[in-house]
């Protein structure tokens, strides 16, 4: 039985990924108090005392796995927060290393860190990228990501831990923060329900991978599990749902559902700089856990238009209109 911590589970992915570890047999979800992300002094108490508790909780000799989800930037944060929420990462990893060793763990437990495909890849070329591909974020948050995943593989080399570094596709889905400026599947669809139009600043044949949130939240238990039993102290994997569409298709998806155009509005950014054109993401490491059948694009877009509408007429409140 694994035992897990979800780092973020409050989240869109980590939300998944607790309804995931819940209805899997073998693991088993610690309730964990959530760690006091703006108070830097009860920050490390927090999270020794939350890694304590899931080391405490397994029976002897039982795996143990930190799932980390959590996290604030996005391409447009300032490198300052950046800088702090990288520090806050490592701190992290120090705080559960130190743990694990003292509890004669180390080798027993696993530390999940979900990156950014998007962000680390930005700058690379010959797409479709996978693991063996150069990464060249261009952008502060792409270079922040690849540091985070540094900062794991030295932890997985100082302390014994084994650690994934799972690089994400554009991840979409029900639940979606629409204050964020991320996300444009979810802002298309707030935009059919609210007055809102989106704001597009890249031009359409600009080519993503679109993720379902379900879907990556299965695919992480999967590669923690593979994780264990390669026995390698460190690993990448992209998740990604491996098919590319371009905003032009994503829009005329949009079109087909709702019969009727969303509300889009082209212009110029200098934002646009900081993302790629074509960001099309393979994986060739693990490649028989992507032999999978994924949520079409059709229904996960469909599930997330009815979740703004389900939380619109429950009153919840629409935050002002983001660009995408």
Not at 118 to 147: C, D, M, N, Q
Not at 238 to 252: F, M, P, Q, W
Request: glycine share 8%.
């Amino acid at each position: 039985m694994t035992s897990t911590w979800i780092v973020g589970a409050g989240g869109l992915l980590g939300r998944a990924v607790a309804t995931a570890v819940d209805r899997r047999e073998g693991w088993h979800r610690v309730a964990i108090e959530p760690l006091p992300w703006g108070d830097e002094s009860a920050f490390p108490d927090m999270a020794r005392r939350g890694i304590r508790r899931l080391l405490q909780d397994r029976g002897p000799d039982e795996p143990w796995a930190v799932l980390w989800v959590a996290g604030a930037a996005v391409t447009a944060t300032p490198q300052p927060e950046l800088d702090g929420e990288l520090d806050q990462f490592r701190r992290f990893l120090d705080i559960v290393g130190a743990e694990a060793t003292a509890a004669k763990a180390s080798t027993s437990g696993a530390v999940f860190y979900a990156s950014s495909a998007g962000g680390v890849y930005s700058g690379s070329v010959h797409p479709p990228f996978v693991e063996t591909s150069a990464t060249a974020p261009i952008s502060p948050y792409g270079r922040f990501k690849l540091a985070a995943e540094r900062a794991l593989e030295t932890f997985t080399a100082d302390y014994g831990v084994a650690g994934l570094s799972g690089r994400i596709a554009n991840l979409y889905g029900p639940g979606q923060r629409l204050d964020k400026m991320q996300g444009l599947i979810s802002h298309l669809a707030r935009a059919q329900i609210s007055p809102a139009t989106v704001s597009i600043y890249v031009s359409l044949d600009t080519m993503r991978d679109y993720i379902y949130v379900e879907d990556c939240a299965e695919l992480i238990l999967d590669a923690v599990d593979r994780l264990r039993a390669s026995q390698l102290p460190y690993a990448v994997k992209n998740l990604a749902s491996g098919r590319a569409v371009t905003i032009a298709d994503l829009i005329g998806q949009f079109r087909i559902i709702l019969k009727r155009p969303p509300q889009v509005l082209l212009g110029t950014s200098a934002a646009a700089a900081l993302q790629s054109h074509d960001l099309r993401i393979g994986s060739v490491f693990w490649p028989e856990l992507d032999a999978r059948t994924m949520t079409p694009l059709v229904v996960g877009i469909r599930a997330t238009i009815d979740d703004i509408l389900l939380g619109v007429q429950r009153g919840r409140p629409m935050p002002a209109p983001a660009a995408a």
